[in-house]
């Protein structure tokens, strides 16, 4: 099994900025992709961005495009988001995720571990 915790979440204004990190732990060497997905109340977990299991890939959600970045340290076995820009809509509970595989996916179900969640909340 593989443990995944974020942290980093928290209350900012409009146009500020977060850095969240997730750190795994347990049976890392299974991990490959992994990504980020972000949940608001009543809505669906949506994707928010994804990199490769060397790191050399991402991908974004085209609402987070040119704002978030997303990158992961292997040898500290520990993935970031850092989120500029940030817009009242961009709050969200924000899961880490980790897959076996090598290639990312931008579905959930793609995704064989997952974290707790941390919270982000962006006034306006």
């Known amino acids: 099994q593989v443990q995944l915790v974020e942290s980093g979440g928290g209350l900012v204004q409009d146009g500020g900025s977060l850095r969240l990190p997730c750190a795994a732990s347990?049976?890392?060497?299974?991990?490959?992709?992994m990504g980020w997905f972000r949940q608001a109340p009543g809505k669906e977990r949506e994707f928010v961005a994804s990199?490769?299991?060397?790191?050399?890939?991402?991908n974004y959600a085209d609402s987070v495009k040119g704002r978030f970045t997303i990158s992961r340290d292997n040898a500290k076995n520990t993935m970031y988001l850092q989120m500029n820009s940030l817009k009242p809509e961009d709050t969200a509970v924000y899961y880490c995720?980790?897959?076996?595989?090598?290639?990312?996916?931008?579905?959930?179900?793609?995704?064989?571990?997952w974290g707790q969640g941390t919270q982000v909340t962006v006034s306006s």
């Open positions: 990199i490769n299991g060397s790191g050399g890939s991402t």
């Open positions: 995720a980790a897959s076996i595989r090598y290639l990312a996916s931008t579905k959930p179900v793609g995704y064989d571990y």
């Open positions: 347990g049976r890392t060497f299974t991990m490959r992709a």
